[in-house]
């Protein structure tokens, strides 16, 4: 149960953190789940020997998946998950089975717009060895005070 | 030898059904260990404030992965040869309209945005695919686009 401290509207401005969230260790039995749900058998995720034959040191984590973890974080602290608006989000590194991922936001922007308090935020998602593995930005709309 | 993937960009995608089923919706909450208590059930779904059972944000990318997925033929349509290619996920970018819920059934229309070509240690392509993902009324309830790296 995620406790940290749900924020208003009126609490952001530019350049405030976003409470961050550690997520793991990733495990690699939930592969292949992932795999059947995405229908994607990409044998990159799945097989140890595919993978180190094309140099990387074990099978990838599907991207899908390390995304869950960032999405996670922004939409477990929201007041309501559906809030969310948009987002973007880039894959900058792999992750692998046994990373712990951290994941991370900062205010760029508060405004309105049809009569919703909105938030601009860039987001990131960084490995054990503070490695980003996800960067992006997300929309979301936050409850005001009044 | 690889042919040249810009002569896609325009193309169309066979539009594309995906209903959201609810052993799915398990499992991926059973994997991310996602427990916020909304996306239990359709009663606790409905006292956070939802009609229904509502899914998780964090699934909607999935479906969307997942419905391209299913109306790409990598091999045929983006002469992904398995064998000396890699295909991984580069960027996703969306946009929701509302809520998405378990059950529900959503047509993608997708179409090939952009293709570009880069090189690091081994050459390859971005490609960007477009979609728009609709209700049973018709109605854009999600779009976006997917950016996928296609080693060579």
């Known amino acids: ?146 | 030898m690889i042919q040249d993937r810009k002569a896609l960009i325009g193309r169309v995608l066979p539009p594309f059904s995906y209903v959201i089923d609810a052993e799915n919706v398990h499992d991926y909450l059973r994997v991310t260990d996602e427990d916020l208590a909304t996306y239990r059930d359709a009663g606790s779904s409905r006292a956070a404030g939802y009609d229904r059972h509502v899914i998780p944000p964090s699934f909607a990318p999935w479906i969307a992965l997942s419905a391209l997925l299913r109306s790409i033929d990598w091999e045929r349509d983006f002469y992904l040869d398995y064998r000396i290619g890699t295909l991984m996920f580069g960027e996703q970018e969306m946009r929701y309209a509302r809520p998405l819920y378990v059950g529900e059934s959503l047509i993608f229309t997708a179409n090939v945005l952009d293709v570009i070509e880069k090189r690091g240690s081994r050459a390859f392509d971005v490609v960007t695919i477009g979609y728009d993902a609709a209700d049973n009324r018709g109605a854009v309830v999600l779009s976006g686009a997917c950016g996928f790296i296609l080693f060579k």
């Not at chain 1, 609490?11 to 976003?18: N, Q």
């Open chain 1, 1 to 146: 149960m995620d406790r940290r401290k749900k924020a208003f509207f009126e609490d952001l401005t530019p350049g405030m953190e976003i409470p961050s969230a550690s997520y793991g260790p990733m495990d690699r039995n939930g592969y292949i789940t992932t795999a059947i749900i995405l229908r994607n058998g990409n044998p990159l995720h799945l097989d140890r020997v595919y993978a180190r034959d094309r140099g990387l040191p074990d099978v990838v984590q599907q991207g899908p998946l390390n995304q869950s973890y960032l999405y996670r974080f922004l939409t477990d602290w929201l007041h309501r998950p559906w809030d969310l608006r948009s987002t973007k989000i880039r894959f900058v590194a792999n992750v692998f089975p046994d990373d712990i991922l951290s994941c991370c936001g900062t205010v760029l922007r508060t405004w309105r717009e049809r009569g919703e308090a909105l938030v601009d935020c860039s987001i990131w998602q960084e490995n054990q060895k503070g490695e980003k593995t996800l960067v992006g930005e997300a929309t979301f709309a936050l409850p005001e005070r009044k």
